[in-house]
């Protein structure tokens, strides 16, 4: 059975920085990779980071090019969004969920299961 839990949210002024956790069990990184999607009251879901568990393909969105960084910690399971210099529109609600691998690599069409998600306030 497929768990993911998120961690890390909170509340930062534009500027400031944000380590997100999420902790993945029960997922086969064979078939399956992990993405940090965003969510926002009246926009849709945006895929933001993803990251394949054997070869480290990495993808980001432009939205967040060059300010997100992913990562993993293969021995804990665990999986990491680092997010710099934050903007008011990155406001939300950020989730980890599993997503398929095409080619060894990752993206955001086929989002599985998802964790419930950690809040991101954004504001001065």
């Known amino acids: 059975q497929v768990q993911l839990v998120e961690s890390g949210g909170g509340s930062v002024q534009p500027g400031g920085s944000l380590t997100l956790s999420c902790v993945a069990s029960?997922?086969?990184?064979?078939?399956?990779?992990i993405a940090w999607f965003r969510q926002t009251p009246g926009k849709e879901r945006e895929g933001v980071s993803c990251i394949t568990g054997p070869s480290g393909f990495i993808q980001h969105s432009d939205s967040v090019k060059g300010r997100f960084s992913i990562s993993k910690d293969n021995d804990k399971s665990t999986f990491y969004l680092q997010m710099n210099s934050l903007q008011l529109e990155d406001t939300g609600v950020y989730y980890c969920?599993?997503?398929?691998?095409?080619?060894?690599?990752?993206?955001?069409?086929?989002?599985?299961?998802r964790g419930q998600g950690t809040s991101v306030n954004v504001s001065s």
């Open positions: 969920a599993t997503v398929r691998k095409h080619y060894g690599r990752c993206g955001f069409a086929e989002q599985g299961p």
């Open positions: 029960g997922v086969s990184l064979t078939d399956f990779a």
